[in-house]
């Protein structure tokens, strides 16, 4: 690793809460070994190289705390887009897992899930891997660890799957979403973590026990078990929980309560454990939550485009509950950058109805009321922290997420030379408030530049859109 100096950027969001979000110091930063050693208005040393980031604002990487990387290659089809989670589920990630029968396959999805993060400047990537099943010719909790690694991101590996067929969408399964045994899941989960899981605060691999649905791709004698195993283990526990009514339903007629109390009655909260969605929280399922300290993935774009509904990210936050932002599959979000999702959130938290029922009395004077809404339920600053140091500490990545010295070097320095972020008053703002996909200087994860001037070193994007382009055509004439 060189000795870097960062300099002359616009400005700097450091990714920490409240008004340390911005740096006071300035905007400059000196990286050694793979950390940061300063932070402020800095003069080059001798041997060290100068990355100028005249015109640039500088977040920490983004962490994105909740992804389907599989699904990167199932965007936009037909037969989904207008569907709601369930019928969703049935038309699009069941049947066409079929097609990932391969490791090539799954390699390519991968691959291109994470270069389109990558480009969008998240340097950490949460992938909820549930594509397994018994007797698969092929590895596929290595061949996303090795993607990963020859493209420089942090990778959390979430090993998902079922050991139970699901009956609201696994009527006509192929035969990749057929259910492992207990024993067949938690054996591959214990391989895998002895084989890449690395429990240090800045570490680039970490593996996660992550049963698909608690309440529906498992037994509910299962969940103890599966708790207990990773516990042993020193691994943190996921998976998705009331992302939709159906599934709030489904709790109640089968178990007799809420999804927040079936799965703490089953030792799944607690401050090692994070979930997806958690759209449809009650007021004790939002104080359970706080009290153990369970998190929140929240994924704004997939919730809106299944019409799953607006989590109340915002109560949430006031409770203190852990968060991080995730994009969740390309399936269900068509657009699945951490930019994108950034700025969705920013936004429909600012819509909801409910962001004006119940002002916060410790909110800042600008933050006023609105008829059927509240300007300032999410902050651009939030959304930042949110999507950050937030998802960094969700996952337990203490070393990584925010800039500050001895921290990882984990850096988005994004370029605002498009015409849609000129004029802005407040630059730092602007990947978040104005939208759309800035251009990136650099990508540095580590202390090692991933990506500069837009492009990922070696990378050849037409050979891997070609590679996409086959892929859709093998399913549209089977």
């Known amino acids: 690793m060189s000795n870097l100096l960062i300099r002359g950027a616009e400005a700097l969001w450091t990714g920490l809460p409240g008004q340390a979000m911005r740096s006071m110091a300035g905007a400059d930063i000196r990286v050694r070994g793979g950390l940061i050693a300063a932070v402020g208005t800095l003069s080059p040393e001798p041997g060290e190289r100068v990355l100028d980031a005249s015109g640039c604002v500088i977040y920490p990487g983004w962490v994105n705390t909740h992804h389907h990387l599989f699904q990167s290659l199932l965007k936009g089809i037909p037969a989904g887009i207008n569907l709601a989670l369930v019928p969703w589920l049935g038309a699009v ?8 029968d391969t490791e090539a396959s799954l390699r390519l999805a991968a691959r291109i899930g994470m270069v ?32 990963a690694e020859k493209l420089g991101v942090r990778m959390v590996l979430c090993r998902g799957g079922q050991t139970l067929s699901r009956a609201m969408t696994d009527a006509n399964a192929p035969p990749q979403v057929s259910p492992e045994t207990l024993d067949g899941f938690l054996s591959s989960v214990e391989r895998d973590v002895h084989r890449f899981h690395d429990p240090s605060p800045m570490s680039m691999r970490r593996m996660v026990s992550a049963i698909t649905t608690p309440s ?8 103890r078990e599966m708790a207990s195993a990773a516990r042993s283990l020193g691994i943190r526990l996921h998976s998705h929980l009331s992302e939709s009514f159906d599934y709030v339903r489904w709790a109640r007629e089968v178990h007799g309560c809420t999804p927040m109390q079936f799965v703490a009655d089953h030792e799944w909260v607690g401050e090692d454990v994070w979930y997806a969605h958690m759209v449809h929280l009650n007021d004790d399922e939002i104080a359970m939550c706080a009290a153990t300290k369970t998190g929140i993935a929240h994924c704004p774009q997939s919730n809106a485009r299944l019409g799953s509904g607006i989590a109340r990210i915002p109560e949430a936050m006031a409770a203190g509950i852990p968060i991080g932002l995730a994009v969740d599959g390309a399936a269900s979000n068509e657009a699945a950058d951490m930019t994108t999702e950034a700025h969705a959130c920013w936004l429909v938290h600012r819509a909801d109805p409910r962001s004006g029922e119940r002002p916060d009395p410790h909110a800042h004077a600008s933050r006023v009321m609105q008829p059927g809404g509240h300007a300032g339920a999410m902050t651009a600053e939030d959304v930042v922290h949110l999507g950050t140091l937030g998802g960094a ?5 203490d070393g990584v997420g925010s800039i500050e010295v001895g921290k990882a070097a984990d850096l988005a320095i994004f370029d605002l030379d498009h015409p849609r972020y000129f004029g802005l008053h407040d630059p730092a703002s602007g990947p978040v408030v104005s939208g759309g996909q800035p251009s990136l200087r650099a990508v540095l994860v580590q202390g090692r530049i991933v990506v500069e001037n837009d492009a990922i070193p070696g990378l050849d994007l037409s050979s891997l859109r070609r590679e996409a382009q086959a892929f859709v055509n093998r399913t549209l004439s089977a």
């Open 93 to 100: 990630p069941v049947p066409y897992r079929r097609f990932f």
């Open 116 to 147: 389109e993060l990558l480009l969008s400047g998240c340097t950490t990537i949460a992938d909820h891997q549930y594509h397994y099943w018994p007797g698969m010719p092929f590895d596929a909790s290595q061949a996303v660890f090795e993607e």
């Open 216 to 223: 529906w791709s498992c037994s509910p004698d299962h969940l």
């Open 393 to 397: 500490r969700l996952m337990g990545l």
